[in-house]
């Protein structure tokens, strides 16, 4: 293990060490943790090699999350801590209120968590996922649209991966395959429905859904990858979004294979665009790019994938807000060193942006490449809110920056940074 961590938890030794946790006798998939290996032998990203050398920063994609005004995080137990704006439950504490550091959420352990605008799930030890917040469009089997603390999902499934959107949650199972439930209008689902209802509990992505490895749903659509690195994405075409060079307006209703596809590692989505890390360590981006989202030096839509410019090797990628357009990029490369790009009225992107862009009637301070965020620290994971950002460090400490209207950059104040300031949440 690294030395001067404290290996208190069974989740975290299980991570660190590069071992499956145990629950009896089943090895659980941890599929929420990227492994990198030294030159010597495979070990976990992060740990010293027998050669002296360290491997690249570790990755703990799954233990930070942020949705419009509110962050949340994972500390090394496993519990599950929010903070900002909880006016509709999504702080998962049983309140409807602002706090300004973090309250404890009332369940889990969970191993993963995500976030949307007014929403959040946690992904337990076990694979069942918990959902709290403004439940958009009567997703995940509930019958009211505020659930103020963790209510399990009713299904069979148990999923190793899970992601939120606007409207939908997607996830992979541990069986394998793609899962999507909620708002099922413009074929946001991938299921081969189109209609103005919601799917209460999750349904399989059709055609190369059962191949699936990675979901990111966004506004109205939603991206995969398969276990071949190939990408798909299905829904509402809003600006290029789903990559497939297809008519604006366009509803796709089960997955279509993204033109030009390079293969693609990982990939996330925006409200209107997604991103994906190749397999050769290079970024590219499509749909929507009104703020620079994409990053490549343009603010012109891409219906195809197009290379982030100017960018280095990147080992994970981050898109921004789910229901705005204004939104903003992450992503950090190999040593945890993290660029933005983007939107940057409220500071989100961690530094000074050179240009103005966005809406003729509202110009906004935008960068359309990569910026390196101020402060020289490195990261295992990042989250985006609508304007702010947050990242959480090797010991799982977590820094934000960004707006503060709400108190989600959880330092007990409402001031708002445009560098990274240490939020008041304990590992």
């Known amino acids: 293990m690294v030395a001067g961590q404290d290996a208190h938890s069974d989740i975290w030794r299980a991570e660190r060490c590069g071992l499956g946790l145990r629950e009896g006798d089943s090895v659980l998939r941890l599929t929420t943790w990227m492994w990198l290996a030294c030159a010597t032998g495979l070990v976990v990203a992060g740990t010293a090699c027998s050669d002296g050398s360290t491997s690249p920063q570790p990755l703990h994609t799954a233990s930070l999350a942020a949705g419009d005004d509110f962050t949340c995080a994972l500390n090394h137990a496993g519990a599950a801590y929010c903070w900002g704006r909880g006016t509709s439950g999504q702080l998962g504490n049983g309140q409807e209120s602002i706090s300004t550091t973090p309250v404890l959420v009332g369940g889990g352990p969970y191993r993963a968590i995500s976030a949307g605008d007014r929403m959040a799930c946690g992904l337990r030890v076990g694979g069942k ?172 839509a891409r219906s195809v994938p197009t290379a982030v410019a100017g960018s280095p090797a990147f080992q994970a990628i981050f898109g921004g807000s789910k229901d705005m357009v204004g939104a903003h990029t992450c992503a950090l490369d190999p040593s945890g060193a993290a660029f933005c790009w983007g939107a940057n009225q409220a500071g989100q992107l961690g530094a000074n942006a050179p240009i103005a862009c966005g809406l003729p009637d509202f110009p906004i301070s935008c960068s359309l490449t990569p910026i390196a965020v101020q402060g020289g620290l490195h990261f295992t994971t990042l989250a985006l809110g609508r304007v702010h950002t947050c990242g959480m460090v090797a010991d799982r400490h977590v820094y934000c920056w960004g707006d503060d209207t709400d108190g989600q950059l959880g330092n007990g104040t409402m001031g708002g940074t445009t560098v990274p300031e240490l939020a008041s949440f304990t590992p």
């Open 129 to 300: 996922v918990d959902c709290w917040g403004e439940i958009p469009r009567s997703c995940c089997g509930f019958t009211v649209d505020t659930v103020l603390l963790p209510t399990v999902v009713q299904t069979s499934v148990r999923f190793a991966e899970i992601a939120v959107g606007a409207f939908t949650v997607c996830g992979i199972a541990e069986s394998g395959g793609g899962y999507c439930w909620g708002f099922q209008g413009f074929g946001a689902l991938g299921n081969g429905v189109d209609g103005n209802t919601s799917i209460l509990s999750p349904t399989p992505i059709l055609g190369s859904g059962a191949d699936f490895t990675h979901s990111a749903p966004g506004f109205d659509f939603g991206c995969g990858t398969r276990s071949d690195e190939t990408a798909w994405c299905w829904g509402l075409d809003i600006d290029g979004n789903l990559g497939a060079d297809s008519t604006p307006g366009a509803e796709v209703t089960q997955p279509t294979r993204v033109v030009a596809d390079p293969g693609f590692s990982s990939i996330t989505a925006g409200a209107f665009y997604a991103c994906g890390v190749t397999t050769t360590g290079s970024a590219a981006c499509w749909g929507d790019n009104t703020t620079g989202v994409l990053g490549d030096g343009m603010t012109q």
